[in-house]
């Protein structure tokens, strides 16, 4: 006995082999079945093809295809007919034009007829597919546009399935971080970093599998020569319609530039917390050394005073013990208000340069390490260059000092000092491996080094830049002709003023003078200081050289003195300190520039600190000498006899 299935199938087989009810089956279809002869004429059509054209059953036998179909639509409807013509059942999709002049889609599939002695035809099936088009095309779109708008993106976005495999990744980053998309599909976290089983990753998308979402920096090296770079990824599980996770969005965003700058901001407060703590050490360090001095040039001056007369060789033997130990104690003083001094004004005076490299080289020869040679080569060493000589010798020294550090064990320094047209030259260069040419631009930025840490700040090289340029001259590095050992090359420009001269050595006498009262006719000199020590022992040093001195203990009296009538015929030179109660130093300045103008070229400044803000203005607005205290009695005799003579010029 036969199923009953199969006897139902029989039964409709049987059923369709009837006209009547096949007749049926096709006039009442909804889709349109229509025949074609072998040139695209329509031979038949049901209802459903004549309802959804638009056209009567008579019309669409006349109408050309053309009437219906544009040329890239009947063109693809052409090929069709000839592959089913051939014996081929084709399944495609083509659009075609209503008789209201709506374009719609369909979807065909053509079987080939045989007719007796009537040639071939075509068997047409065709469903409306146009809401469907629609919506692909929506949907395409849609995915374009949200292609487009993520590539837009400075970020990768992924996506990755339940088995932790990336099913896809895209993002403009993608392009430009060193990702290769095509390499990731379908691995996990783990297979793309073996070496470290897929972390921080693999943890993450477990979490996130979970319904987490997650936030992770990775720190991210292309490999090759590419920059190590710091991402953020953020991770969100993807749910279906009943809320279960299918899946996991990643997005991960380059963060390198905002943790670099972040490291940038953090040690720029550092250096600022650093400065600032210099800066109030430097204004504790400024004042001190200024209280030091006004009586450590009284100590100063009065020992030279008394040298300059004692004739007892073991009294003057205990005065030159004083006198090197105020001189050495000066020196301190003087380092300290170079390590106080930010910029400020750097009393320059005409020296010899020759003598002052000599001792540098000479102190600083057995100290070099590491069986590191100095060689020193000095001519045209009287040449006359305005120096601050702390100053000057701090360049040299660290010039020095890094270079022995820069040349190989057992290496070579080599200092250079000659006279180069209207520039003095100091060139300091060693025999190690030369400056790296990405380096050699940013040498003299500030907190820039290239020690170890702990080894230096980065502040060397800047500091001796600044004072060059104070010196008005002129700082440049370089590497060998052939690559090897660093070049570091100072030019300071020559001076037409005669250099004062040297201090003698301990133990030799200063210029020797005669106590005598002063000549109606003879030079005067008023002394405008608060410190009466000071006054006292420029007063008893002048008078025994034929000067008429007076003094004013602050800038209001030394005023008085200078607007007196006679006071421009009395006064060859005016002592006037900086700082001072009252009336100070500028303020008596301006006030003779003022009220008596001629007096102006006759002042020299003597001051304990330059540092200052104020004081630094000051001496850099005006023209005249400057005394750095404390002074000796024989420098400032020198520079009096300048200003008399005419080789100094003031205001």
Known sequence: ???????????????????VIAAALVREAPDIIAT?????????????AVRQSGYSLAELRVLPLAALFDPPDLARLSAARDRTLAGEQVSFTVRYRRRDGEQRWIAVRAAPIVRDGAGGAVLVFARDVTDDVIRTRALRESDERFRSLVSAFDRAFFVVDLDLRVAGV????????????????????????????????????????????????????????????????????MRDADGNVTGIAGVAADVTGRVRAEAEAAALRARIVESE??????????????ELNNPLAAVLNFTEDLLDTEPDPDRRAALEVVRAQALRSRTIVRDLLTFARRGGHRPLSPQEPGPIIESIVKAMRPGLGRGVSLHCEISDGDTSIELDRAGFEQVVTNLVTNAAHSAPRDGHVRLIARRDGAAFLIEVCDDGPGIPSEILPRIFEPFFTTKATGQGVGLGLSVSLGIVQEHHGSLEASNGADGLGACFTVRLPVSARVPIAPTPPIGIPLVRGHQRTPSPDAPGLLIVDDEEPIRRALRRFFERRGWRVDEATDGLEGLEKLVAPGAEKRYAAILCDLRMPGLDGPELYEKVRELVPALLGRIVISTGDTSGDKAADFLDSVNAPVLQKPYELSEVATLLDQLRAGNLTGG
Do not use: C
Request: no cysteine; charged share 25%; proline share 6%.
């Open 1 to 19: 006995m036969a199923p009953r299935g199969a006897v139902y199938i029989q039964r409709m087989w049987d059923a369709l082999q009837d006209p």
């Open 36 to 48: 074609f002869d072998s040139d695209g004429s329509f031979l038949q059509g049901n209802p459903a």
């Open 170 to 237: 895209f993002g403009r980053w993608v392009r430009t971080g060193g990702f290769d998309a095509r390499a990731w599909l379908g691995r996990t976290a783990a297979e793309l970093s073996p070496r470290t089983g897929g972390e921080p990753h693999t943890s993450a998308l477990q979490r996130t599998l979970t319904g987490e979402d997650v936030t992770y920096e990775w720190h991210y090296e292309p490999g090759g020569d590419g920059e190590a770079r710091r991402l953020r990824v953020n991770l969100s599980p």
């Open 277 to 290: 703590r210099a800066e109030a050490l430097g204004k504790l360090v400024s004042g001190v050394a200024h």
